[in-house]
């Protein structure tokens, strides 16, 4: 319910009447938006309530209101905003504020955003098919929890609710550098280490510092949209190079370094996305070459390092990188839960200590009691546990969608079976609608949230297959064979 008491504000001194004053404010909230046409009323009796106003004084106010064409009452349902409204002009912002706001925005963003509702009002759907995520129903959430409360309990409590290291929980950032040494090969010290709110914060805080106007970064096509958004946010331009299965083309990025100044590269080598497939060795050397040959940066986006199945993890760039012109980006949102948002970034000092500046800025500090908790997590060896039991669970996960995909829509799609991470690759052979394709899952509860993003351009849809158990992806395929008969086009 409204805020009524807020809203109509009642002024017992005035010389104007009570009722005209609540007449006065509630086409004051009419003309402003804030009350729409159709909208419900509370009845005069609970209005006066509301207000602590004898009901005869609304019900006089409410009478005028009618009068002047600025509510209705139907007798079987309440009082409401009339539909038709005497002040035409009645909207949530006048024409010109709303250019200038518009004007605005276009300004500052980049590209072309996709709807709001395509990430925050999912339609209504029994089933759910992402891009590549992990299940949140394994997430040890009792175990990070206990760690949470024992923090709060302990006398790093009251501490923990204060003012932090902008740069992020000193305890978490020695965990991560240890662990980070242990599992890939990175040798960093605590200073060398900034903690995030998530992996795209620490990518946007790289280009927002490292980039100035008019810089070109190369990317894949197809790349992490949120990557390029955030590239083209920080005024840099994109510069496109290919991909085949064994990753970014080299020769395509030396040809663009002899043609162009290029300030730095965007890469998820070991798990590109979104084909998934993995940077070989020889690549990864040549890379680190060309960045010392033509001095440019490498954003290293490792988000899902964790998840390998048929190999050995290959060690990042930057666990090789003798020049520091790699800075290595991961999250452990990506091994526990979406909405864990702790990422981290690993660069050399002088640099986390620019960026720690930036971060100030606009966010002051993370979350210190769960970075202390995630820290004790890490120390007692519980996620080293949990991804040893998830990568075996999202193992057969994948090997089980992989033949259901084969099984049932091999008539529609070409893949290949990843060696790792959370999704599958797929492109159709014949062309599909990214619109239509969505509007007929939905039809049989199925939200397809992530065919706008490749399927136009690259005729291509990236499948997560680790958030969804084997009823669930059995139901998802057999949706799918049956809606891409009819939107297959020959």
């Known amino acids: 319910m409204l805020p009524w008491k807020t809203i109509i504000s009642i002024d017992r001194e005035s010389s104007k009447a009570v009722y005209l004053q609540i007449v006065s404010a509630i086409i004051r909230e009419v003309s402003r938006g804030r009350l729409q046409p159709g909208q419900r009323l509370p009845g005069t009796r609970k209005m006066g309530e509301l207000l602590g106003i004898n009901r005869k004084t609304i019900i006089v106010a409410y009478e005028e209101l009618m009068a002047q064409g600025w509510i209705e009452v139907a007798s079987s349902s309440g009082t409401f905003i009339a539909e038709h409204l005497p002040l035409d002009q009645a909207k949530k912002l006048k024409p010109s504020a709303t250019k200038t706001l518009r004007s605005t925005v276009k300004s500052v963003l980049p590209g072309h955003f996709p709807p709001v509702d395509l990430y925050h009002n999912p339609p209504p759907h029994r089933l759910s098919l992402n ?199 991961g999250s452990l949102s990506k091994m526990l839960a979406p909405a864990i948002r702790v990422g981290y970034l690993v660069a050399s000092a002088p640099v986390i200590r620019q960026l720690s500046q930036i971060r100030r800025i606009i966010d002051r500090q993370g979350d210190p009691p769960l970075e202390f908790a995630l820290a004790q997590f890490i120390q007692e060896g519980e996620l080293q546990r949990h991804l040893k039991k998830v990568v075996k669970v999202f193992e057969k996960r994948r090997d089980s969608f992989c033949e259901l995909l084969s099984s049932h829509l091999k008539p529609f799609i070409d893949f290949t079976k990843p060696e790792g991470g959370m999704s599958v690759w797929a492109k159709f052979k014949q062309p599909v609608d990214d619109q239509d394709l969505v509007a007929a899952c939905l039809q049989h509860g199925l939200y397809l949230n992530v065919a706008h993003e490749f399927l136009p351009k690259y005729q291509g849809l990236r499948l997560g297959f680790a958030s969804l158990n084997k009823d669930e992806q059995e139901e998802i395929v057999a949706i799918l064979a049956k809606v891409l008969p009819t939107l297959c086009k020959g």
């Open 131 to 329: 891009d590549g995520s992990p299940d949140v129903r394994l997430t040890p959430i009792n175990i990070v929890l206990k760690h949470y409360r024992s923090a709060m309990n302990s006398y790093m409590g009251r501490k923990l609710l204060g003012y932090g290291a902008v740069e992020g929980q000193l305890k978490l950032r020695e965990e991560l550098a240890k662990y980070l040494s242990e599992t890939r090969g990175l040798n960093c010290q605590t200073e060398e280490i900034l903690i995030t709110r998530g992996s795209n914060m620490a990518l946007f805080l790289c280009f927002y510092a490292l980039l100035k106007k008019g810089d070109k970064v190369i990317v894949t096509s197809p790349n992490y949209r949120s990557a390029n958004w955030g590239i083209q946010a920080a005024q840099g331009e994109l510069v496109e190079v290919g991909v085949d299965e064994e990753g970014v083309c080299v020769e395509d990025v030396k040809r663009v370094c002899q043609e162009h100044k290029i300030r730095a590269m965007y890469l998820t080598p070991h798990h590109h996305y979104p084909t998934t497939v993995t940077l070989c060795a020889e690549r990864r050397m040549q890379l680190l070459q060309l960045s010392e040959e033509y001095d440019f940066l490498i954003f290293e986006d490792d988000y899902d390092y964790a998840f390998r199945y048929d190999s050995a993890p290959i060690l990042p760039l930057a666990s090789v990188d003798t020049s520091g012109r790699t800075l290595y980006i």
